[in-house]
Nanobody, 116 residues
Framework: QVQLVESGGGLVQAGGSLRLSCAVS?????MGWFRQAPGKEREFVAG????????HYVDSVKGRFTISRDNAKRTVYLQMNSLKPEDTAVYYC????????????WGQGTQVTVSP
């Protein structure tokens, strides 16, 4: 069984930075971050494989967000810089355990609020 526990959300002014963490127990092959803003659908933000470390991003965060992983700590991070009000959302950590169904495990979500 896979469990994902997120931390690191909060309130920040536009232009500021936050780092989200996701502690992973159980086996996954790909990890990702998604977000859901009020009234909008959940969207993919960034993903990474454990080994090799191959990151990919949605265009709107390229150059501002960085996804990384620490294999020894079994933790995935999302470093968010130059935050914008439109980045405000609940951010979810997600794991793909290799069933062929895509991301099939989800964390509880952490709120990120960016004020103008």
């Amino acid at each position: 069984q896979v469990q994902l526990v997120e931390s690191g959300g909060g309130l920040v002014q536009a232009g500021g930075s936050l780092r989200l963490s996701c502690a992973v127990s159980g086996r996954t092959y790909v990890m990702g971050w998604f977000r859901q803003a009020p009234g909008k659908e959940r969207e993919f933000v960034a993903g990474i494989t454990w080994s090799p470390s191959i990151p990919h991003y949605v265009d709107s965060v390229k150059g501002r967000f960085t996804i990384s992983r620490d294999n020894a700590k079994r933790t995935v991070y999302l470093q968010m810089n130059s935050l914008k009000p439109e980045d405000t959302a609940v951010y979810y950590c997600a794991g793909d355990s290799g069933t062929g169904l895509g991301y099939n495990y989800w964390g509880q979500g952490t709120q990120v609020t960016v004020s103008p």
